[in-house]
């Protein structure tokens, strides 16, 4: 016979009736069910096919440790895989399937592993399935592995994140817990209290009991919260599952001074063979969904034990009404040495002959719940007398209470079977007493060995009920006490969570801010097709009918014959200031910074201590003790930190300040033969400004800075004013005749024509300054500065190392290209091309390139690999257009 | 000539409200105060103290909020800053989903810099139930989609 | 050492595998050794190995202070591939892969080596261009590397999001299909029982408390069993690296950091590449058990601990959702973290040390498992012939004087 729903009892709302379906049947349950309390109460034995050999299994426990009801719930969008039945709160509609069974639970053809079972020992895949090769049989193990299958649509649900502090967490919301935040709550303090199941009362709803705590000021309870996670510094996760408001899931981060574990106790199973039959299950298991919810697992019950609990078991399952066919006690010589059935326990085989039966209630012991205190770093030990691994020394703030703590004793004694047959140690993984024997008679004899020999307690349960038994077996197979064995190193999470709740608000959007400009409006109005930057920027202004190329062609040719308008807002602005400002900077770039007069601009290169550059940009003196530095848009912040970092660690009595006002200037580039025209018909303090030159003024009551230096290679403005007017400013330039709209595209066209580098794409990780041509300065320089060290060793003084020149071929050659040097691939790269485009005023390709000792090489022919292609190219000088600079004049 | 018409960083950008909180975008303007260890602090706020307008950044940094710094060796920060007031019964559990600090231990007049999210802020406790929350201006979409999704 | 095959489990399945001998010895240390490996790792054991197939030692001890294979060999994502940029790397990693390509049969264990294909993503014109510079410099290096399109990689990899929504729209992807996973533990097991077979002695609950140093000449160590002598000692310790080599007085640009992973419950196949993301930092597989196997980037402080924090696990997992938005109701079972030795230039240290007769290997970062052949071929080696192999000349602790850095991380997309 099978489980079936008492007529009385239980925490359950008989006047509010559920239906639900379990692989496709209808069935009903009540308000207050668990799937897996309603399953038992529909009868239905088998819930699920075990992992490896396929054996009918069914409902095992009533809370998390369950190993067998393993479910997937719901379909489409709601699909959440591999949840267990007895953590499922029972609604209307719901839909649940079983797992690891084809094409059906009733008729599963896997279950041929049942009958191969010797040749699918522990470990078999270690020692077979290599010849010819583990590609042959990987796809069709793979597709037996798994249990649910993985959601194929958006996730629908909504989580959150939520921080909290107190003076006292209390994790476990038992009698223990209870009087614990009672106490501290009592005593002014701010307390927590979190309980996974929705009611208050731990084994007292065992028996069918809640117990009532009322939340007041400083005594905050969550319900359905499980604390999974013991971190660093007394921080404790939880998550809380939401049965109502806009979050399905709530991460709970809570740091609390104190921590109090009253996480109970999980009873162990005995080791005996027959053991996973549907219809073994956990004592306490059959006495909560007796009196918890109102089921009796089954009509006539033998209960098997180790300890003093078998008397109340007893008493209980009367009052249930569950007939006790027999109490058998190991400590008495008693033993269960087989179980008759297959679907479902038939009878018992024990020592005093076979009694029937159709469920039979096990109890082996218990094992306090020491996951948590373990995660924080507390010490277990073993207890010989309670037979129970307890906590030790605490290392943080927390200490444990009640069951957790092991407070108490059922004068428990160990017992192994010596009966023959497959005796299940972990129900989950399939794991039997004689894979733990196989383990040790190989030496792999320590825990971690065992675990990850066997796959003992790595299932969805993670070895709640079959850890410490596995544990025990090996250390008799080897002659080691329990604690000489120990337990696996304990992980978060306590049970499984969803990533979705981990990832919290974090989707989308707001996964990354997006930064965008100032005047990214008027950008859009243009019609600018913007690309992730680091910023949102725009790529190009396309006119009708124009790829993005094309556009940036044009709008390039217009800054060599006209004028071009860019947004260079993301500039980086770093002020620095003191009377040690222009001393620290000779030591933070690789020119010198000292001998620049107010109002000059000269160019500045980085080094990290590696003698790597880092960054390129400029540096400006705006009087005696004032510099304002420009940086890569992409290097500001990091430039900035970088500066203060020096400051404090090296320098700390200089007198030099630093601030990133990066975020503060909007700044436009007008660049090209007419850009001083069009900058003075605007009313910009331009006259007669010399190319590297700077100058600040007001016009009304907008500060404005202007600092004459080119990326471009024509006469160019770096046009400074607060971010409110760049908008202003952009929109009065573009409509001035002759002034073209560029964007980052063109900007990439025009400097790659003169050749200016591109720190990132034509530097990378290893460019040193005389890598890129700039090693005199650096010779010239005689005071210290970042990175000088590093240049003086051997590696960057070598000639053969990549070096900065230009090449010129038939065909456009495609960045990452590299140099062949040797006739066919493979031979050993000469170096690779950084930049390209079809130049747009010369009508022809051109490229940028690192290349072994190039600068000596100029002229020479070489050949180059893209992805099997093969291309020509002439070394020649890294400089298009106007190498002499005359365009940036006037 | 130039017509110079100022924007707003919250041009086109919605602020979320909801039952028990209201959010509103702030016109204030700011300044940054850096100073060497050993010059003269009187009348700046101490460690995560706000006063008389100054909120301590750190170490020798303070941010002043409001129109006519007194101090001209600040740099104006206007228009690199935008400030949100918070206020209402259900702030805190909005700005805990976010931020990680006691409240308790965060009294009115506390200020300190934080994440919010994915982005740095600065976060003033101004009365009881009111908070300032300043960041730069290019987060200020991030930031109200954060707040809408989590009102 | 007995045959593993179909055929040998199918015999010993008759006697109720009862017959089976110990996959590797549990002997007492001996008072010498030809050669001693600190360290019982994939790396050591892979050494030990290689010192007594290839070089034929004789009396060779394996030195573990825990189980072997529980420091990082165990901890690990798996990962399998030999995309890396500069020719010295190229060369060391590549050989890696080829060894494992054989491992199982020359070990006669099964490891599980999956060749299943490892993607990297590109979500830039950048990332494209650096992995196109990458690719090529593969194929110069004799390795396979594919460039594919957005298409060809929603083709590969149906449920990652490919669309326009993505926070990080991909733009393509650059793919070794021979590289892969392959399961860790028994690569360390495969290397214990073959070197076990062939003599060495493999001592675990052993701990090297300090070195003995004769006029600057390694002659022994002590350790919590007792003294060992040897004139020839090899250090694998990865995240301990430092604290072994302050015990023989000298230091090393190292810098042990926690790394953290984690899986999801077993799942039906959802994914058949290893895929990762430089937007994100996450990169994930699935195992072969079913689970998704996920890692990500370092916790950025000085930790011996073995675990993480939070914040790192989130970014890990938020990076993993942005590429698989459908995997938001799949639940993590577990996470855990290792201790990663990091150098600053992303690659090993493998050759000889201040001391003489001692030797090193470290500075694998977050990518050691896959080069536990070749590291442990190369160690051995230098340990045998007092030299480095031409495979990890180029990787000594020199290069930090002659500043000949080689760095992978600055060259190449790919994180470490």
Redesign the interface.
């Known amino acids: 016979m099978s489980g079936a729903r008492r007529p009385g009892g239980g925490r359950i709302d008989r006047n509010r009736p559920l239906c639900f379906s379990f692989d496709g049947r209808t069935l009903s349950g009540f308000a207050g069910d668990t799937l897996a309390s309603a399953l038992l109460a529909n009868g239905v034995d088998v819930v699920g096919r075990s992992f490896k050999y396929h054996r009918p299994r069914g409902v095992f426990a009533a809370g998390a440790e369950e190993p067998n009801a393993v479910v997937q719930l719901e379909i489409g969008a709601y699909l959440s895989p591999n949840r267990v039945a007895t953590e499922i709160e029972l609604y209307e509609g719901l839909v649940a399937h079983s797992v690891n069974a084809w094409p059906s639970l009733g008729f599963d053809l896997y279950a041929i592993n049942d009958r191969l079972s010797r040749l699918l020992p522990a470990g078999f895949y270690y020692k077979t399935f290599m010849w010819p090769h583990w590609h042959l049989f990987e796809g069709t193990i793979r597709k037996a592995a798994g249990l649910g299958a993985a959601p194929t649509q958006p996730d629908p649900d909504r989580y959150e994140h939520r921080h909290a502090h107190c003076d006292v967490l209390v994790i476990g919301g038992g009698q223990a817990g209870i009087s614990a935040a009672r106490d501290a709550a009592q005593s002014g303090a701010r307390v927590m209290l979190v309980e996974a199941s929705s009611e208050l009362g731990g084994r007292a709803l065992w028996a069918g009991d809640a117990i009532n705590v009322d939340q007041t000021e400083n005594l905050t309870i969550l319900t359905r919260t499980t604390a999974f996670g013991y971190y660093d510094h007394n921080l404790v996760a939880a998550v809380e599952d939401c049965s109502s408001g806009v979050a399905k899931e709530r991460l709970w981060k809570i740091r609390a001074k104190q921590v109090v574990i009253a996480t109970g106790a999980i009873e162990r199973p005995l080791v005996f063979p027959g053991n996973d039959v549907p219809g073994v299950m956990l004592a306490s298991a059959v006495q909560r969904y007796a009196h918890g919810f109102g089921v009796a697992a089954g009509k006539r019950v033998a209960l098997f034990g180790n300890n003093d609990g078998l008397f109340d078991y007893a008493t209980a399952f009367e009052a249930a009404g569950i007939e006790i066919a027999a109490i058998l006690d190991t400590r008495r010589g008693e033993e269960v040495i087989g179980v008759k059935g297959r679907k479902r326990v038939r009878a018992v085989q024990t020592s005093r002959g076979e009694i029937a039966c159709d469920l039979l209630a096990v109890s082996g012991g218990w094992s306090p719940v020491v996951h948590l205190f373990s995660q924080s770093g507390g010490s277990i030990s073993f207890c010989d007398k309670r037979q129970m691994f307890v906590p030790d020394k605490a290392v943080q703030q927390v200490r444990c209470v009640g069951a957790a703590n092991g407070d108490f004793d059922l004068n428990t004694q160990p017992w192994q079977s010596r009966a023959k047959g497959k005796a299940f140690v972990d129900l989950a993984n399939d794991v039997t007493a004689a894979d733990v024997m196989l383990a040790a008679r190989e030496n792999y004899a320590s825990v971690e060995h065992l675990k990850r020999y066997t796959t003992l307690g790595m299932g969805p349960d993670q070895g709640k009920t079959s850890n410490v038994n596995g544990l025990m077996l090996m250390g008799d197979a080897t002659g080691r006490t329990p604690d000489a064995v120990g337990t696996t190193r304990f992980r978060p999470p306590y049970t499984p969570i969803s990533f979705g709740v981990i990832s919290g608000a974090r989707v989308g959007n707001l996964m990354r801010p997006r930064k965008f400009l100032p005047a990214h409006g008027w950008h859009q109005t243009l019609g600018a097709v913007f690309e992730d930057y680091g910023w949102q920027r725009p790529d190009a202004y396309p006119q009708a009918g124009e790829s993005l190329g094309e556009a940036a062609i044009r709008e390039a040719r217009a800054v060599r014959t006209s004028a071009g308008l860019f947004d260079a807002s993301p500039l980086g602005k770093i002020e620095v200031w003191g009377s040690d400002a222009a001393r620290f900077l000779d030591f933070i770039y690789v020119g010198t910074m000292s001998t620049l007069n107010p109002g000059r601009i000269r160019y500045g290169l980085m080094l990290d201590e590696n003698g790597v550059i880092i960054d390129d940009g400029v540096a400006i003196r705006l009087a005696e003790d004032r510099f304002l530095l420009h940086t890569t848009s992409g290097g500001a912040e990091r430039i900035a930190a970088m500066l203060d970092e020096w400051l404090q660690c090296e320098f700390s009595g200089w007198d030099v300040r630093v601030l990133d006002c990066t975020l503060q200037w909007g700044t436009v580039t007008l660049s090209g033969p007419n850009a001083i025209e069009v900058a003075t018909a605007l009313g910009l303090p331009v006259e007669a400004l010399p190319h590297m030159h700077f100058r600040a003024d007001q016009l009304g009551n907008v500060p404005v800075r202007v600092a004459r230096v080119s990326y471009t290679g024509e006469a160019t403005l770096e046009i400074s004013v607060p971010a409110r007017y760049v908008k202003s400013l952009l929109e009065t330039a573009a409509a001035i005749a002759g002034v073209t709209p560029f964007g980052v595209l063109a900007l990439d066209l025009l400097r790659t024509e003169k050749g200016y580098v591109h720190v990132g794409a034509d530097t990378d990780g290893m460019t040193t300054p005389g890598d890129i041509g700039l090693g005199r300065a650096i010779a010239k320089k005689t005071s210290d500065f970042v990175g000088r060290r590093s240049l003086l060793r051997p590696a960057c003084a070598r000639e053969d190392r990549l070096q900065l020149v230009g090449l010129e071929s038939a065909n456009a050659l495609p960045i990452g290209a590299h140099i062949m040097e040797g006739s066919n691939a493979p031979c050993p790269s000469g170096g690779f091309v950084t930049s390209t485009c079809i130049s747009p005023t010369l009508g022809r390709p051109i490229a940028l390139a690192r290349i072994r000792e190039g600068r000596a090489r100029l002229g020479e022919t070489v050949k180059l690999f893209d992805l099997g292609q093969i291309f020509e190219a002439k070394i020649v000088a890294p400089c298009f257009l106007d190498p002499d600079g005359r365009r940036l004049h006037d | 000539?130039?017509?110079?018409?100022?924007?707003?960083?919250w041009?086109?950008i919605d602020i979320p409200m909801c039952d028990g909180i209201v959010i509103v975008a702030e016109a204030l303007s700011f300044a940054?105060l850096?100073?060497?260890?050993g010059a003269d602090f009187t009348g700046l706020p101490g460690p995560r103290q706000a006063q008389n307008r100054w909120l301590n950044m750190g170490p020798c940094e303070w941010l002043f909020c409001g129109n006519h710094c007194p101090r001209p060796d600040a740099?104006?920060?206007?228009?690199?800053?935008v400030a949100l007031s918070i206020s209402g019964e259900n702030v805190f559990?909005l700005l805990?989903?976010?931020?990680?600090?006691?409240?308790?231990?965060f009294s009115v007049g506390t200020c300190a810099r934080m994440r919010l999210?994915?982005?740095a802020v600065v976060l003033h406790r101004r009365e009881e139930q009111q908070f300032r929350l300043i960041f730069?201006?290019?987060?200020a979409?991030?930031l109200a989609?954060?707040l809408a999704?989590?009102v | 050492m007995s045959h593993y095959s179909a055929l040998s489990i199918a015999r010993n399945a008759l006697s109720g595998h009862s017959n089976w001998d110990p996959a590797w010895r549990s002997p007492e240390p001996a008072a010498a050794y030809d050669a001693i490996v600190i360290g019982g790792g994939g790396h050591g054991l892979a050494t030990a190995y290689y010192l007594v197939r290839v070089h034929g030692l004789v009396k060779v001890a394996v030195l573990e202070k825990g189980w072997i294979g529980g420091g990082n060999t165990g901890r690990n994502t798996t990962i399998i591939r030999s995309n890396y940029f500069y020719p010295e790397s190229a060369a060391f990693y590549e050989f890696s892969l080829k060894q494992y390509e054989r491992l199982s049969s020359e070990l006669n264990f099964n490891i599980m080596f999956s060749q299943r294909g490892v993607l990297v993503l590109g979500h830039s014109r950048h990332d494209m261009e650096m992995h196109r510079r990458s690719a090529n410099a593969m194929r110069l290096n004799g390795i396979d590397a594919d460039i594919l399109s957005r298409d060809e990689v929603a083709k590969l990899v149906p449920a990652l999001d490919c669309s326009p929504q993505a926070r990080f729209p991909i733009w393509g992807g650059m793919i070794q299909r021979r590289g892969g996973t392959a399961r860790h533990d028994a690569v360390a097991w495969g290397y214990a029982r073959a070197a076990d077979a062939r003599g060495v002695d493999i001592i675990q609950n052993c701990e090297v408390t300090g070195f003995t140093i004769h006029q600057g000449q390694v002659t022994g160590v002590e350790t919590t069993r007792g003294a060992i002598k040897s004139n020839r000692i090899g250090i694998a310790v990865a995240g301990h690296s430092s604290i072994l080599a302050a015990k023989a007085g000298f230091r090393l640009p190292v810098k042990s950091y926690a790394l953290q992973a984690m899986v999801s419950e077993p799942l039906k196949p959802v994914l058949d590449t290893v895929v990762l993301s430089p937007a994100t930092g996450t990169y994930l597989s699935q195992s072969d058990k079913g689970e998704l196997v996920i890692g990500g980037g370092l916790d950025l402080y000085a930790s011996y601990a073995q675990r993480g924090n939070l914040p790192v696990n989130e970014n890990t997992i938020t990076g993993m959702l942005a590429m698989f938005p459908t995997f938001s109701r799949v639940r993590m079972l577990r996470h855990w973290g290792g201790v990663c030795d990091v150098v600053h230039d992303s690659s090993p240290i493998i050759g000889k040390t201040p001391v003489q007769g001692l030797y090193l290997s470290c500075g694998w970062g977050t990518g050691g498992f896959k080069a536990i052949p070749a590291g442990g071929y190369c160690l051995a080696h230098t340990m045998a012939t007092g030299e480095p192999h031409e495979l990890n000349a180029a990787f000594g602790l020199d290069r930090f004087d002659t500043g000949a850095l080689i760095d992978e991380a600055a060259a190449a997309s790919i994180p470490h």
């Open positions: 000539m130039i017509d110079w018409q100022p924007t707003s960083p041009t086109g940054r850096r100073l060497l260890p740099i104006d920060m206007s228009d690199a800053l559990d805990s989903a976010g931020i990680a600090i006691d409240w308790q231990r999210g994915e982005t730069g201006a290019p987060f979409r991030y989609e954060w999704h989590h």
